[in-house]
């Protein structure tokens, strides 16, 4: 067998083993939500090309609870974020605090907002501000945020 015959069957190898767990992810995502097989399908689509979801139906119909599923399954850090018409960015991207030592000297501390996560549920974007909606919008697309002139990625996968 030559090098290039053996490559090739190492990569079939590793194509049907994410196969299969492609598949063990789906069947343990629909044992939890039922009748919604088309739509953990196309999100896992969605996961798997690095892209993000919108997700779209009446109140009821488990799209928290499959991001929440879809994140313990994959073993992926999820939040949820509820927009409201008050949420300022700060509050979605985190903000600088001033911290005192204990030797009487200032500083300055990012802490981090609940954006920085691998699977972030967004209910409710079209209630914010435009500018709210711009910060998670920013992340979104450039994989990071600046707060007072420092970058701060966003953890990886970012969807």
């Known amino acids: ?85 008050d949420l300022m960015p700060s509050d979605i991207i985190g903000s600088e605090v001033l911290e005192d030592s204990g030797t009487g000297r200032r500083s300055f501390r990012f802490v981090r907002g609940p954006i920085f996560t691998q699977l972030l549920m967004a209910d409710e974007i079209n209630r914010a501000s435009p500018k709210t909606q711009s910060a998670l919008l920013q992340a979104m697309q450039e994989h990071h945020v600046t707060v007072a002139g420092q970058r701060h990625d966003v953890p990886s996968p970012f969807h």
């Open 1 to 85: 067998m030559n090098t290039v015959s053996q490559t090739d069957d190492r990569i079939v190898e590793r194509v049907e083993a994410a196969g299969a767990k492609i598949r063990e992810i789906h069947k343990a995502a629909a044992g939890i939500i039922f009748g919604q097989d088309q739509v953990i399908e196309r999100t896992l689509i969605t996961l798997l090309s690095g892209g993000h979801a919108l997700l779209i139906g009446v109140p009821g119909l488990a799209k928290t609870l499959l991001v929440e599923t879809l994140g313990a399954v994959m073993g992926l850090e999820a939040k949820r974020i509820q927009f409201t018409p």
